[in-house]
């Protein structure tokens, strides 16, 4: 396999799993890709504002107010995290990336077109795996822990935003209304036909 560094998000509704196969990756691929794993909202100034004072507050920011406050924190996720890791030839693995910034807001009502614009400077996913998941299913996973984003209309249209980039060959599906180590497995094909085939 090759050791040259490369970045692949994974995307999905609010409770799809993208954490645990995210995490799992990264243990998989630590050794023979120096994976690590980070996340968006990010560990800065921003993204700990954005989860701690407003993800799980009482109502939501003006979408456009969102829209940027993600957008501002992925650069700095891609600045202090991601492309220091890459530069040492490491396996970057995103809990979400710009792909919910189009599928969430898009929801909101703004234009797929402006979100890509204020995310211009973000660097580009080598790999985007959407895991998809009946918006039914995952309601009834987040039952104790819900943000401002999660309600099952909400879910349903965001889905609907993530299938148009499936449709257009940028995100790769996953079927995740599976068991958790079928999933797993599916993750790892792909990623793995991503990483050996030649870049
Ligand atoms: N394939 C699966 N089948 C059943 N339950 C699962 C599956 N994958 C994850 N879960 C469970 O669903 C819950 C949500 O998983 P996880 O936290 O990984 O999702 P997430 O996409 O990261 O959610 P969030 O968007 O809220 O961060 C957890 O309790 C997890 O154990
Ligand atoms: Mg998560």
Not at 87 to 102: K, M
Not at 144 to 164: A, C, G
């Amino acid at each position: 396999m090759s050791k040259k560094g490369a970045f692949i998000c994974i995307e999905g509704l609010d409770g799809c799993g993208k954490t645990t196969q995210a995490k799992l990756l990264a243990k998989k691929l630590g050794k023979s890709h120096s994976a690590v794993y980070t996340a968006e909202p990010s560990r800065g100034k921003i993204g700990t504002y954005i989860r701690k004072s407003y993800l799980y507050g009482e109502k939501r920011l003006s979408s456009v107010l969102e829209a940027l406050l993600f957008a501002a924190d992925r650069i700095e996720h891609v600045e202090t995290e991601v492309l220091p890791a890459l530069n040492e030839g490491r396996l970057v693995i995103s809990d979400r990336y710009v792909y919910s910034s189009l599928a969430y807001q898009g929801a909101a009502g703004l234009s797929l077109e402006w979100i890509k614009k204020v995310n211009e400077h973000a660097l580009q996913p080598d790999l985007a795996v959407f895991i998809d998941v009946n918006p039914n299913t995952v309601m009834s996973r987040l039952k104790p822990k819900k943000s401002v984003m999660e309600n099952l209309e909400t879910q349903q249209k965001v889905r609907e935003i993530y299938l148009e980039f499936v449709e257009k060959g940028s995100l790769t599906r996953i079927n995740g209304d599976k068991p958790q180590n079928e999933v797993a497995k599916e993750v790892y094909e792909v990623v793995t036909k991503f990483l050996n085939a030649p870049r």
